[in-house]
């Protein structure tokens, strides 16, 4: 009665999708996809018809949830130890040292706390008569938390009204229990989210979670290894003890020195500070070896060996061609069975046999004969259908969905209340990852009839952390992260001040005076020689290709905010956001030269933003970087353009209060080196007055210039409009 009078209401959310997704664009809820050797940043496809799970339900799927994982955790701690459950015949051995997920680097080691698994993500899915069959364990990396985090707190929003009258468990707690899990096994130190950089697939959830979590987010470059100790390094050189790492990159990657020597995105030594007990590892490496999928046969008798229980949750049934009978039970039913590479993820290396013709089904059995632990086969599980909004015909559409729950792991084992739900692309496929083109749905957990059902204390603890998530200072700005704030207010100037100035020599054009745009190409040290102007219009303010392009700018500017989630928070990113939509949207309709008020909502969402990082709680010399790199640029600019004296004296004063701030402070060398271009400039531009005051801001940084070297910034702090620029 409850879930269906929830149905009916959640149904509300179609007639909200349009503009749930555009709050999701303009936060930059976002995963990346390789394909062809190219990164492309995409938006997660979201259906705004939730999966709604009954109370009773999850309290049972909870149960299991709990059951399964402590098992596993008890599994990694024993075959890095004693090895008891090899000894005593459960778990072949060859099973465990052959997986690709085994170290013997960590054997012996015991992390913090006696936690391997911190956060695990066990992938379900609900077979048509309702009962719920783990597919997989993943307790390596497990991503995917902050998309449902993220849209519940739209849809509440957007319709209030729903989340008054449908009694839905709250799931906010997950930074929570996620900062209390790395608080319990941190050693001694920061905490931090290590990731391996802005081209990672699941790069927003990174900075998204450092920032609600209160963690500084780092780059690999970002940590050293001193003396078996992990420090985390400020942009002026100075060593932050590390006690817990949030780690966002593979085993394999994770120290050169200890697993792939030719990684570049490691932290040399990080391995030898783990083993020595200084840094917690957040999943713990070699946890590979549970989440193996030839592994995940043995989960039920794991269960029953350290726990002494009866599974609550039911594996799929798994053939195991290592095994004489099941190989051959397998190669006689292989259109039957789906087939799966163990060294595979991501629903890749997940074979139908049904959809194979019989050359495609020899091929696959010879490969299995000759390497029978690479794969396993399994039954297939007709999944329940859940409807999904078709927006093309307006009409729901059955898809096959799995659930991904997250249960975390400290002092007490957790099962989230929520989970993220994805849903395939086409109708009848099986596949719903995200990489296969899958979306997601939120998943809401109903709560008992006697009321909402909250963890003692959750709310005044997250409101705790939200203020804990705003401690950071310039203390924990990294060099990189220094140059990033300092260009980001150069470029979200550059852009402001370049789409103002342009208007009126564009409207003297329209005045018949078309060589008018020539002053303003040469100001700007951009090509005069186009002939005709709407290709100079498209090529300044459009051609993405060009970077002296606004859009260029526009982009520059992006790609520097997103690395500063933690720092500026998700509410003043997304203005950045909104202004990178906003120029690609004009850029469409260029070649029509038609509605130019989309430039006035661009230089509008500059406004917003910088009005917002003025006016919010974000640590005062953090905005002194943004600020000073904006007012460095304007007088750049301005001085160009050939303003007034009267006109420059605004962005001095400016400039001048933002570096009292910073007064007595080390600085990047990014300051100086702007600074000092600009002076030796000036007097040829006739403002030897500006020149000398700005010369007199230069000696006083003179003795207080960070020389520490920044590492792998790429084009984001390059000048292109001026090859000599800096």
Same mark, same amino acid.
């Given at each position: ?34 394909? #062809?050797?190219?990164? &492309? ?15 009773? *339900? ?48 960590? #054997? ?17 899915? $609900?077979? *048509? ?71 990672? @697939? ?60 030719? @990684? ?107 390497? =029978? ?8 599980? $007709? ?6 909004? !078709? ?22 084992? &957790? ?32 709560? =008992? ?75 700007? !040290?951009?090509? *005069? ?5 709407? *290709? ?10 060009? =970077? ?25 990113? $997304? ?19 038609? !509605? ?7 230089? !509008? ?82 403002? $030897? ?38």
């Amino acid at each position: 009665m409850i879930e269906s009078a929830a149905q009916k209401l959640a149904h509300e959310l179609v007639n909200r999708r349009e503009a749930i997704n555009r709050e999701l664009s303009r936060n930059g809820v976002r995963f990346g996809i390789y394909k #062809n050797g190219e990164y &492309h940043d995409r938006l997660f496809p979201y259906d705004p018809v939730p999966r709604i799970i009954e109370s009773n *339900e999850f309290d049972e799927l909870e149960k299991g949830l709990k059951q399964r994982v402590n098992a596993l955790n008890a599994y990694l701690k024993d075959i890095y130890s004693d090895k008891a459950i090899i000894h005593d015949g459960v778990i072949p051995e060859e099973y465990v040292y052959t997986s690709a997920g085994y170290f013997p680097q960590v #054997n012996g080691v015991t992390p913090p706390g006696g936690i391997f698994a911190h956060i695990a993500g066990e992938d379900l899915v $609900q077979g *048509e008569d309702g009962r719920w069959w783990v597919l997989e364990d993943n307790l390596r990396i497990p991503s995917g938390a902050s998309y449902p985090l993220f849209v519940r707190d739209i849809e509440r929003r957007i319709s209030p009204r729903l989340f008054r009258d449908v009694h839905i468990r709250d799931n906010r707690e997950y930074p929570r229990l996620l900062r209390k899990a790395m608080d319990f096994v941190s050693t001694e130190g920061i905490a931090v989210v290590l990731t391996p950089g802005r081209y990672n @697939s699941a790069f927003f959830e990174h900075a998204y979670l450092a920032e609600k979590t209160g963690a500084a987010l780092a780059f690999p470059e970002d940590l050293e290894v001193v003396d078996n100790k992990v420090y985390f390094l400020d942009y002026a050189g100075k060593r932050h003890r590390v006690g817990v790492v949030y780690r966002r990159l593979s085993d394999e990657y994770l120290d050169p020195f200890a697993f792939n020597p030719d @990684s570049v995105i490691g932290v040399p030594g990080i391995l030898s500070a783990y083993r020595s007990g200084n840094v917690a590892i957040v999943n713990a490496p070699g946890n590979g070896a549970a989440d193996d999928k030839a592994i995940y046969y043995f989960v039920p008798q794991m269960i029953k060996y350290y726990l002494g229980e009866e599974p609550i949750l039911h594996n799929a049934p798994t053939y195991m061609p290592m095994f004489e009978a099941d190989r051959k039970e397998v190669l006689d039913r292989m259109g039957e069975l789906v087939i799966k590479d163990v060294a595979e993820a991501g629903g890749y290396g997940v074979v139908f046999g049904s959809s194979l013709d019989a050359q495609a089904r020899e091929d696959l059995a010879d490969r299995i004969k000759e390497d =029978p632990r690479r794969f396993i086969a399994q039954e297939v599980i $007709q999944f329940r259908d859940i409807d999904v909004f !078709d927006p093309k015909t307006g009409e729901m559409s059955p898809r096959k969905c799995d659930l991904r729950a997250f249960v975390v792991t400290g002092k007490n084992t &957790h099962v989230w209340y929520s989970g993220l739900t994805r849903y395939s692309s086409v109708p009848g496929q099986m596949i719903v990852n995200s990489s296969q083109g899958g979306g997601f749905k939120d998943t809401w957990v109903l709560a =008992p009839e006697t009321g909402v059902e909250h963890e003692l204390g959750a709310e005044v603890q997250v409101a705790n952390l939200l203020s804990q998530s705003r401690r950071h200072s310039l203390s924990l700005v990294t060099a990189s992260k220094a140059d990033n704030l300092y260009w980001l207010g150069r470029y979200t100037e550059r852009a402001f001040t370049t789409l103002n100035q342009f208007f009126p020599f564009y409207d003297r054009v329209m005045d018949t005076d078309v060589d008018a745009f020539r002053p303003f190409a040469h100001a700007l !040290d951009l090509p *005069e020689d186009f002939e005709d102007f709407d *290709e100079f219009v498209k090529n300044f303010l459009y051609d993405g290709n060009n =970077p002296d392009s606004v859009r260029s700018a526009v982009t520059a500017a992006f790609n520097n905010a997103v690395i500063l989630r933690p720092e500026l928070s998700s509410r003043l990113l $997304q203005y950045v956001e909104l202004s990178m939509t906003n120029i690609t949207d004009a850029a469409k309709n260029a070649a029509s030269a038609e !509605d130019l008020y989309n430039h006035r909502d661009i230089a !509008d969402d500059l406004l917003a933003f910088w009005g917002g990082i003025e006016n919010s709680s974000v640590e005062p010399t953090l905005k002194a970087f943004v600020f000073i790199g904006k007012y460095l640029e304007r007088i750049d600019l301005y001085t160009r353009f050939g303003l007034s004296m009267e006109e420059m004296e605004a962005p001095l004063r400016k400039l001048a209060s933002y570096s009292m701030v910073l007064d007595g402070m080390p600085l990047p060398s990014c300051f100086a080196d702007g600074l000092s271009w600009l002076v030796g400039q000036l007097p040829a531009r006739g403002y $030897q007055e500006v020149a000398t005051l700005l010369k007199q801001y230069l000696d006083d940084y003179s003795g207080r210039i960070s020389a520490l070297a920044i590492k792998d910034m790429g084009s984001l702090s390059a000048m292109n409009m001026d090859a000599k620029r800096p």
